[in-house]
């Protein structure tokens, strides 16, 4: 019995570590559209690759605070709240930062982890890779290969025929569906 609730007493613990680690504020500008997003955003293009370097100082100016926090700071939303986890709709997937592509839907499955996945991006240079070992775990950051923006993180258990997931923030990810362009 004791054992028991040594052993309830720790997960209980770990679930409010996971939680304050990934906690976000309340997402300001999940329901606008695209152009209100980025409407102080004049660095935003969705056609441009070439790299974008600002200073910290002029991302805090022109992107959302909730965007700032996962973007730059590496914040990370709560698992199963993300506006685009459960979507399945044909289309773009491009940073919310910068407006560089980064998937195409057909390359997204669900992975019941509560953030969007996807096995492939959408070319060789839209996302970059760097080591992470916060939070005492060893992972693969995944950022915009424009902007440098924090996205999520690449995990080695995805699906065919890459067998990567590409777990990705939703509020690091705009999203233009294939019957609107």
């Not at 974008?52 to 002029?58: E, I, P, Q």
């Not at 991006?121 to 440098?148: H, P, T, Y």
Request: net charge positive; hydrophobic share 30%; proline share 4%.
């Amino acid at each position: 019995m004791k054992n028991q609730l040594n052993h309830l007493f720790l997960l209980t613990i770990l679930f409010g570590f996971m939680t304050a680690a990934c906690s976000q504020n309340k997402a300001s500008h999940a329901n606008k559209t695209t152009a209100e997003n980025h409407s102080k955003n004049p660095y935003y293009s969705r056609t441009e690759t070439k790299k974008l370097v600002l200073a910290d100082s002029v991302w805090k100016k022109i992107l959302p605070e909730d965007l700032y926090a996962v973007s730059r700071e590496a914040d990370t939303e709560r698992p199963f709240t993300g506006k685009y986890w459960q979507t399945d709709v044909k289309g773009t997937y491009y940073c919310a930062a910068c407006g560089r592509k980064l998937f195409r839907s057909d390359a997204k499955f669900q992975s019941s982890c509560g953030w969007p996945s996807f096995f492939e991006q959408s070319d060789k240079n839209s996302i970059v890779f760097k080591a992470d070992n916060s939070l005492g775990m060893q992972r693969i950051e995944a950022l915009c290969g424009r902007c440098g923006g924090h996205l999520g993180h690449l995990f080695d258990d995805g699906p065919e025929p890459t067998g990567k997931r590409y777990c990705m923030n939703s509020i690091a990810l705009d999203f233009e569906p294939d019957n609107k362009k």
